[in-house]
């Protein structure tokens, strides 16, 4: 990529970036947070129990405290999440999706906008949002 394109993408980045940050607010945290989904991944039945042993370890109650390296580590959470995970969580990795831009090495925010799967917790101006994401993405990213 051209080294004009790409600092074009980086700055349109940027701006999806201060929109995703006014845009998702106010959500509640999740009962399946990363680790309880990775649980769901591994072990197939989790108890209440132990879904509450495993958000322990999960102690964001904003999704701006998530890190990029939590994001990076749990790609497979929203496979295993469900509608209020989905809108807690996911502006969080396309926030960090978009800290690299473009080129960040991990699709899984992508793949799971293009599917739309438990979308139905998501307001109309979220919903907004993640077509303004993939409209950016298909524009500067090679799918």
Request: charged share 35%; proline share 3%.
């Amino acid at each position: 990529m051209r080294i004009e394109i790409a600092e074009e993408a980086r700055c349109e980045a940027e701006k999806l970036h201060k929109v995703i940050d006014e845009t998702f607010t106010n959500i509640p945290k999740p009962l399946i947070t990363q680790r309880v989904a990775r649980a769901l991944d591994d072990e197939w039945n989790v108890s209440v129990e132990r879904s509450k042993e495993l958000a322990k370890d999960d102690p964001e109650t904003d999704w701006r405290e998530v890190s990029k390296e939590k994001t990076e580590a749990f790609q497979e959470y929203f496979t295993f999440s469900n509608a209020s995970g989905i809108r807690f969580y996911l502006p969080a990795y396309m926030t960090h999706y978009l800290s690299e831009f473009p080129g960040y090495g991990y699709d899984a925010v992508y793949w799971t906008c293009v599917r739309k799967a438990d979308f139905e917790q998501l307001t109309e101006s979220e919903l907004k949002v993640i077509e303004d994401f993939l409209a950016l993405c298909n524009k500067y990213e090679q799918w």
